[in-house]
């Protein structure tokens, strides 16, 4: 797609029936339409586990978070906004929504979501550590 067609698709109109939502931290905005009726429904969990692995030393830990919490792992800390799963197969799935911060810097080095069966489809870049999704958690 050329650049003049991309500046005219994304000052396109949304439709009134997609959904926007607005990043809290940039204030940016992404149309996500709604879905259709016979679609899968995704249900919040309480909680996720994330795996998390140190490349220097080559420490790999599971990393039980609750949703709304922040977890130290290493030098960095997760915090997890949301964990959602497929409502007919909660263990087919997980989409989380995270924020992994170095607080001796104090800089965000991801926020988004992540998804379990994709995870370098949105993937934290950093030099020492990888964080991925493994399940949320449902009891």
Not at 30 to 48: E, T
Not at 83 to 88: A, F, G, I, K, S
Not at 110 to 119: I, Q, R
């Amino acid at each position: 797609m050329r650049p003049a067609a991309i500046a005219l698709a994304l000052a396109a109109p949304v439709a009134a029936q997609d959904s926007i939502i607005t990043s809290p931290i940039d204030g940016s905005t992404v149309s996500i339409p709604d879905v259709a009726a016979d679609s899968v429904r995704a249900i919040a969990a309480q909680g996720a586990t994330l795996k998390g692995l140190d490349k220097m030393s080559g420490q790999v830990a599971d990393i039980p978070i609750n949703t709304g919490e922040t977890v130290a792992f290493g030098r960095i800390e997760i915090s997890l906004g949301e964990c959602r799963y497929p409502e007919d197969n909660p263990t087919g799935e997980a989409y989380a929504w995270m924020t992994i911060r170095d607080p001796r810097q104090d800089s965000i080095l991801f926020d988004g979501w992540m998804v379990a069966s994709s995870p370098a489809l949105n993937a934290l870049d950093h030099a020492r550590y990888d964080v991925w999704v493994i399940r949320c958690t449902t009891a």
